[in-house]
Nanobody, 122 residues
Framework: QVQLVESGGGLVQAGGSLRLSCATS????????MGWFRQAPGKEREFVAR????????YYADAVKGRFTISRDNAKSTVYLQMNSLKPEDTAVYYCAAGRNYYLSERTCDYWGQGTQVTVSS
């Protein structure tokens, strides 16, 4: 049984920063692409960022490019999302996910975390 557990969410003012963590357990996901998705109230869940098992490249949604950084530590079985220059429109539940497909998308994820709330006040 694979578990993904997010942490690090909270309330922050616009312009502030947060770092989300996703700890994995149950089996090694070192060969999996890891990603972050988010879902704002009344909206569909959307892709935020992904990183392959090697960590050699990253890919971001246009809305967060230049502000968010995804990274992973395979030795710690943890993936991170550093979020800087936060905006009120970044308010959402953030989900960690894992999948074998290099081009990770919502439909190709094999495992999901339970989500962590990020609220950005103006």
């Amino acid at each position: 049984q694979v578990q993904l557990v997010e942490s690090g969410g909270g309330l922050v003012q616009a312009g502030g920063s947060l770092r989300l963590s996703c700890a994995t357990s149950g089996r090694t996901l070192s060969q999996y692409t890891m990603g972050w998705f988010r879902q704002a109230p009344g909206k569909e869940r959307e892709f935020v960022a992904r990183i392959p098992w090697s960590g050699s490249s990253t890919y971001y949604a246009d809305a967060v490019k230049g502000r968010f950084t995804i990274s992973r530590d395979n030795a710690k079985s943890t993936v991170y999302l550093q979020m800087n220059s936060l905006k009120p429109e970044d308010t959402a539940v953030y989900y960690c996910a894992a999948g074998r497909n290099y081009y990770l998308s919502e439909r190709t994820c094999d495992y999901w975390g339970q989500g962590t709330q990020v609220t950005v006040s103006s």
